[in-house]
Nanobody, 112 residues
Framework: QVQLVESGGGLVQTGGSLRLACAASVSINRMGWYRQAPGNQRELVAFFHSGGSTSYADSVLGRFTISRDNAKNTVYLQRNSLKPEGTAVYYC?????????WGQGTQVAVSS
């Protein structure tokens, strides 16, 4: 069974940086980060596609970077120049063997 475990959330000031990590129990190519702010739907933040290419939400381009350590089955999200609207629960999501998997989420709060 695939398990995704996020870490690295917390409280940070506007303009600060934070790195999130998502460790998978197996090696997964298609994996990335989503977020859900209060009252909003879950949205894509950054994602690794099967060929290794990446996608980013327009709102985070130039500020967030997704990376991975294949030896650790871990995907990271480096978040710089944080804004209050970045306050949300961040989820790791993955597609593996025709199924979709989600982590439990990690809360990130950006104070103004």
């Amino acid at each position: 069974q695939v398990q995704l475990v996020e870490s690295g959330g917390g409280l940070v000031q506007t303009g600060g940086s934070l790195r999130l990590a998502c460790a998978a129990s197996v090696s997964i190519n298609r994996m990335g980060w989503y977020r859900q702010a209060p009252g909003n739907q879950r949205e894509l933040v950054a994602f690794f596609h099967s060929g290794g290419s990446t996608s980013y939400a327009d709102s985070v381009l130039g500020r967030f970077t997704i990376s991975r350590d294949n030896a650790k089955n871990t995907v990271y999200l480096q978040r710089n120049s944080l804004k209050p609207e970045g306050t949300a629960v961040y989820y790791c999501g993955a597609y593996y063997s025709s199924s979709e998997y989600w982590g439990q989420g990690t809360q990130v709060a950006v104070s103004s």
